[in-house]
RNA sequence: GGCCCCGUCGUCUAGCGGUCCAGGACAUCGCCCUCUCACGGCGGAGAUCGAGGGUUCGAAUCCCUUCGGGGCUACCA
């Protein structure tokens, strides 16, 4: 039996959507898991909806996702061009043999002529579609409409009677009237071949065995199909994944409420892994009870059966949790180099940082990366550790810093913590609460101050393990700042 | 409107005639850990398997009908 050769053929319209990822996600594993070839193939055909450096971001993109194209772009596997928009003469030699051989037809038809039959066919509630006026056009009366439209298109002549049916893998046997199905387009007025027949001549001359792609293509597998049959070529299985939704039920949309773009979730610091976790088990399950999967466990474990028929709904908290879970997973030293450029940026890091810097970094990381969802919530989470003109948070300084008891108790917090000679967690612990004992507090009333003082928060890593990592004499500086502001908070009110 | 697909806890799903008065995960709630938040641990609530008919000794699982949701209906993909 020969290999499996699938392809994830986007077109460069914008910026890559989330669904289309997640269809690339099922090319790729399948591939890898039998062995086969990944392939990227780019249907540029439509030139007005084409988007400069939309297929830049696209690969970008598959190799942040670490889906690596064993054909296409860049990389030639001997089945090119990858580009549709340099396979014409391809598509106008197989679409002249159709002619030729009476299975597809000049239509001189102009579109305001289709466009009134349109709504002539909606207002008679009639179903719409061509109404074949080209299809059967003797010689001289093409020759008459040729003279009235110098650029026809080229329509595929669809069977009349019987019907289309096909297996589809994840749905079974699905089948279509043929009395219903419209003579499409193949080849465009401008020359360019439209998805329906592009697609087709690709795949075979590209030897796809495996067609796979969202649901909404599931009504035009029939034009697909009757085309492979009136080729006389074998058509490769078919693969219709079920949608990703929103929360309305809706086919997932800029208004979802969630990004549709996979940049958005790069930039918000999602991790490879984790995303394509999530994107893997978003319309298939092995069948365990399961949530976390490894590259390689994905790889081993996708079948096509796996895959489930009924819709998704895009769930962020899912996401959100699966990112935390690969976030912890992640070695530390590892994970402070993946914040590092968002530190940079927030300017807490110079831009070739010193060893000293890398080992601060690396602290800071271990302390907080059980509070991280994404990457993105590192400069936010950190920032006391660099700057320390923060801001003191509202319902904190109610709390804890505009008490009468409060100046006093930092105070003589940083009396004790002044002759602290080994600047570590447990003498810090005890100088801290020796603190608060000498003016009679103790536990949760002097730590909360203190954390205030030193963080500007109420929460975060423990007192002890923040205060030894950010160092003696800044938690000083702080702790005074801190009393002076308490200070002046109680003579205000 | 027509055609097609889909319908198990709020969400993702397991389930493929009996071991299911339905299992797991996320979210949610409570408890524990604890200086806080988070992590982690434990526990709870949450689905009469869209509904109605069959078939069968027995159905979430098979059949029919019905309702609901979605997709397509372009010289876009």
Redesign the pocket.
């Known amino acids: 039996m020969s290999k499996s050769r699938l392809r994830f053929?986007p077109?460069p319209?914008g910026s890559p959507h989330i669904g289309n990822i997640r269809t690339a996600v099922f090319d790729y594993l399948y591939a890898r898991h039998t062995g086969g070839t990944f392939i990227l193939r780019v249907?540029d055909?439509?030139r007005t909806?084409y988007v400069e450096g939309s297929l830049e971001e696209m690969m970008k993109g598959l190799r942040w996702i670490e889906m690596q194209w064993d054909e296409g772009p860049e990389v030639d596997g001997g089945y090119g061009p990858y580009f549709q928009s340099e396979r014409l003469e391809i598509y106008h030699k197989y679409a002249q043999q159709l002619v030729d051989e009476g299975k597809a037809y000049y239509c001189y038809?102009?579109?305001e002529r289709?466009e009134e039959m349109?709504k002539a066919q909606e207002a008679a509630?009639l179903?719409?579609?061509?109404d074949r006026r080209c299809r059967e056009l003797s010689a001289d009366e093409r020759e008459a409409c040729a003279a009235e439209n110098p650029?026809p298109?080229i329509r595929f002549a669809m069977k009349r009677e019987g019907r289309t049916e096909f297996d589809d893998i994840v749905?079974?046997r699905?089948?279509?009237?043929n009395a219903?199905q419209?003579d499409?387009?193949m080849i465009?007025?401008?020359g360019?071949p439209?998805?329906h027949f592009a697609s087709i001549v690709d795949d075979h001359l590209m030897q796809i065995t495996h067609v796979v792609r969202g649901?909404?293509?599931?009504?035009?597998a029939p034009k697909h199909i009757q085309l492979y049959e009136a080729f006389g070529w074998e058509a490769p299985l078919w693969v219709h994944l079920?949608?990703i939704?929103d929360t309305t039920?809706?086919?997932l949309s800029k208004r979802s409420g969630v990004s549709t773009s996979f940049y958005d979730y790069i930039l918000q610091g999602y991790l490879p892994d984790a995303m394509l976790n999530f994107l893997a088990?978003?319309?298939w399950?092995s069948?365990e009870?399961?949530?976390l999967y490894s590259r390689e466990e994905l790889i081993e474990k996708f079948t096509l059966?796996?895959i489930?028929?009924?819709?998704?709904?895009f769930?962020l908290?899912?996401l959100?949790?699966l990112n935390?879970?690969y976030i912890?997973m992640t070695p530390v030293e590892e994970l402070a180099k993946m914040i590092l450029p968002r530190l940079q940026e927030a300017g807490y890091v110079s831009q070739s940082p010193s060893d000293e810097e890398m080992r601060y970094l690396i602290e800071i990381t271990t302390l907080n990366r059980?509070?991280m969802v994404t990457l993105g919530d590192a400069p936010d989470l950190v920032s006391f550790f660099y700057a320390d003109d923060f801001v003191y948070e509202e319902k904190g300084v109610k709390k804890h810093l505009a008490k009468e008891t409060t100046p006093a108790i930092l105070k003589s917090v940083i009396e004790k913590l002044a002759s602290v000679e080994t600047w570590d967690t447990e003498s810090i612990d005890a100088a801290v609460r020796e603190g608060g004992l000498a003016v009679g507090v103790e536990?949760?009333r002097v730590?909360?101050p203190v954390?205030m003082a030193i963080t500007g928060r109420?929460?975060?890593?423990?007192?002890?393990?923040l205060m030894q990592v950010i160092g003696k004499d800044r938690c000083i500086a702080r702790l005074h700042r801190a009393e002076e502001f308490s200070s002046r908070e109680i003579s205000m009110s």
């Open positions: 053929a077109s319209t249907e055909t439509d909806r038809c102009t579109r289709l349109r509630k179903p719409t579609g061509y650029h298109v749905r079974g699905v089948g279509f009237d219903l419209d499409f387009v465009k007025a401008d360019f439209t998805y649901e909404e293509w599931l009504s035009s079920p949608l939704l039920g809706k086919k088990t978003m319309g399950s069948g009870d399961r949530k059966e796996g489930v028929n009924h819709p998704a709904i769930d908290a899912k959100n949790d935390g879970e912890r059980d509070r536990g949760g730590i909360h954390r109420t929460w975060g890593p423990g007192l002890f393990d």
